[in-house]
């Protein structure tokens, strides 16, 4: 089984300011990873795929990189409605595990 | 509008067992994977399985093999998650979810609480 490593558990960002989102994984996985926000209360939501590609009306501030076992989601400039739990998932090979989260917060 | 429905909460006895079903809307299960996903309160999203969108056959997460059994009816659309020998820590928001590259639409979510 691939383990996916977040990084760190919990993110306190000022309004207006970036946020920078690590996932690890365990072994390569190419760019076969997916971002999700999740709200409380609200299932997850897709914010990227192919560790890059935003999902459909994700806003632009949203954005992937990464390939290999690293990737990082970046918002550039955070708005209030990004507080959330963001997780990673791995698609390369099943079982498709996620990432432990990590909570982002406004400073 | 293409979108999973879920069936409503449960309250099950330890040893028992559950069925969840996840009515797809919009499209028709057969176009795309499923996957089910666990949460408990306050923990990371779990991935349990999945089914194959063209022939129905299914795959388990190692942990829950042997206890869990995805299923499907297409005339009605509809995928169902049975858990058996149901424990405390079974408890939890169960979703099921479409997609290959990214789950790309959720159910709203189903309560499962073991209790005895």
């Known amino acids: 089984e691939i383990v996916m490593t977040q990084s760190p558990a919990t993110l306190s960002v000022s309004p207006g300011e970036r946020a920078s989102l690590s996932c690890r994984a365990s072994?390569?996985?190419?760019?076969?990873l997916a971002w999700y926000q999740q709200k409380p209360g609200q299932a997850p939501r897709l914010l990227m795929f192919?560790?890059?590609t935003r999902a459909t009306r994700i806003p632009a501030r949203f954005s992937g990189s990464g390939s290999g076992a690293e990737f990082t989601l970046t918002i550039s400039s955070l708005q209030s409605e990004d507080v959330a739990v963001y997780y990673c998932q791995q698609y390369n090979r099943r079982p498709y595990t996620f990432g432990q989260g990590t909570k982002l917060e406004i400073k | 509008q293409e979108q999973l429905v879920q069936s409503g909460a449960e309250v099950k006895k330890p040893g028992a067992s559950v069925k969840v079903s996840c009515k797809a809307s919009?499209?028709?299960?057969?176009?795309?994977?499923l996957s089910w996903v666990r949460q408990a309160t306050g923990q990371a999203l779990e991935w349990m399985g999945w089914m194959s969108p063209n022939t129905g056959n299914t795959g388990y997460a190692e942990k829950f093999q042997g206890r869990v059994t995805m299923t499907r009816n297409t005339s009605i659309n509809t995928a169902y998650l049975e858990l058996s020998s149901l424990r405390s820590d079974d408890t939890a928001v169960y979703y099921c979810?479409?997609?290959?590259?990214?789950?790309?639409?959720w159910g709203q979510g189903t309560l499962v609480t073991v209790s005895s």
């Open positions: 979810a479409r997609g290959r590259l990214g789950l790309d639409s």
């Open positions: 919009g499209y028709t299960l057969t176009s795309y994977e």
């Open positions: 072994q390569g996985i190419t760019t076969n």
């Open positions: 192919g560790a890059s």
